[in-house]
């Protein structure tokens, strides 16, 4: 069937989509479709997500301190650009802080267990 869809669209026009092979309607207007239709458009609609839209963006790799610092130098610069959302540059500067404040700890946890090994001490060992 060579032509256009057989259904109308919302604002009641003749749909101008193509037929599908063996059919007089399109995939969005055929009614075999219908189950497909909603695994389709649940799959968009979780792509454009704030998860997935940080995920497409996020490197996958350990970042040094320099690297995480460039990094959110350039999710700033998008969000004012207009290209990352606002919720997704402050979901990611929150993480960075995160990830920092980690850093710290364990950089410290470190120092502390050199100089007790300087001193001669054993380190408290906790029990939970």
Do not use: F
Not at 7 to 19: E, I, Q, V
Not at 27 to 44: N, T, V
């Amino acid at each position: 069937m060579v032509g256009k869809c057989a259904s109308l669209t919302r604002d009641g026009k003749p749909c101008s989509a193509s037929p599908r092979p063996g059919s007089a309607y399109c995939p969005w207007h055929d009614p075999s479709l219908s189950k497909r239709r909603a695994e389709w458009s649940a799959k968009g609609g979780s792509g454009r997500s704030n998860k997935a839209r940080a995920a497409k963006t996020l490197p996958t790799a350990l970042m040094t301190s320099d690297e995480l610092a460039a990094w959110l130098t350039v999710c700033l610069k998008q969000v004012i650009a207009g290209r990352m959302a606002p919720p997704v540059g402050t979901a990611a500067a929150s993480i960075a802080r995160t990830i920092t404040e980690i850093g710290k700890a364990a950089e410290i946890e470190q120092r502390i267990a050199g100089l007790e090994r300087e001193l001669g001490l054993t380190p408290n060992r906790r029990t939970s």
